[in-house]
């Protein structure tokens, strides 16, 4: 009987552990792969103690692996980086659930060479 309680709370510190380390929002996803531009809105909120938070909403081309195109829109908390590269996770139904900023030569060769095309147009 103490040996049976000791292995569950031994697979139940195991799955704590895991569960902090993990971000659920990037597991199972695909990746994008974006430059950032201008954010195309703002959104501000007060909330009740008077404070202000800004919502900042992107809307930029984004590139898969193999180089193919789609139209993504995403917000953040702050401000991106102007010209920064991202590495959007995204749902199955398009949503994006977070970003990494990346380095140019992160990014896969096929999307590299969209990116580099759509700058310069």
Known sequence: M???????AMCLLIVSIMSA??????????????QITEPVRVEETQVDSGEVH?????????????????LTSFSAIRELREGGYLMLYVKS???????????WEAIPQRAREQLQRADNQ
């Open 54 to 70: 800004k919502r900042y909403w992107y809307e930029v081309p984004a590139y898969d692996e193999d180089g193919e195109q789609s």
């Open 93 to 103: 139904d398009g949503g994006v659930t977070s970003y990494d900023e990346v380095q």
């Open 2 to 8: 103490k040996k049976r309680m000791a292995v569950i």
């Open 21 to 34: 380390c993990i971000d659920i929002n990037r597991m199972w996803k695909s990746n994008l792969y974006v």
